[in-house]
């Protein structure tokens, strides 16, 4: 391993423990986010199966309305897991790049100041 490759592993490690609070709820956001995904992919399929392969669908069919309302009613419950699980990974970016990122950059180059608002 290179001498430059050590220096900047002991950085991130020291960087790491000193933000360990922050990995630990960005690494639970991260998770959630992952969650949500995979349980919004899981109720779109058994909505589909719902609708269009069992005895449901054709009582959906006879009524327009119910069934008009039924898909209003899945888009809105999946755009709103969709924006919160965005909104997790956005925040962990942006609070990633304003602490870790900046202070990795302040240690490794002395000439060099950056701040968040860069």
Same mark, same amino acid.
């Given at each position: 391993?290179?001498?430059?490759?050590?220096?900047?592993?002991?950085i991130?490690?020291?960087?790491?423990?000193?933000?360990?609070?922050?990995?630990?709820?960005?690494?639970?956001?991260?998770?959630?986010?992952?969650?949500?995904?995979?349980?919004?992919?899981?109720?779109?399929? $058994? #909505? =589909?199966?719902?609708?269009? +392969?069992?005895?449901?669908?054709? &009582?959906?069919?006879?009524? %327009?309305?119910?069934?008009? *309302?039924?898909?209003?009613?899945? $888009? #809105? =419950?999946a755009?709103?897991? +969709?924006?919160?699980?965005?909104? &997790?990974?956005?925040?962990? %970016?942006?609070?990633?790049? *304003?602490?870790?990122?900046?202070?990795? #950059?302040?240690?490794?180059?002395?000439?060099?100041?950056?701040?968040?608002?860069?």
């Amino acid at each position: 391993m290179k001498k430059e490759d050590n220096e900047f592993e002991l950085i991130y490690t020291d960087i790491r423990r000193k933000y360990q609070d922050k990995f630990d709820k960005w690494n639970k956001d991260i998770k959630l986010s992952k969650i949500l995904y995979a349980a919004l992919v899981a109720f779109l399929l $058994v #909505v =589909v199966l719902i609708l269009f +392969v069992t005895p449901f669908k054709t &009582l959906l069919a006879t009524n %327009k309305g119910t069934f008009y *309302a039924t898909i209003i009613a899945i $888009v #809105v =419950v999946a755009v709103v897991i +969709v924006a919160y699980a965005s909104s &997790l990974r956005s925040r962990y %970016k942006k609070e990633y790049k *304003a602490t870790v990122v900046t202070d990795l #950059v302040n240690r490794t180059n002395s000439n060099f100041a950056f701040s968040e608002k860069c």
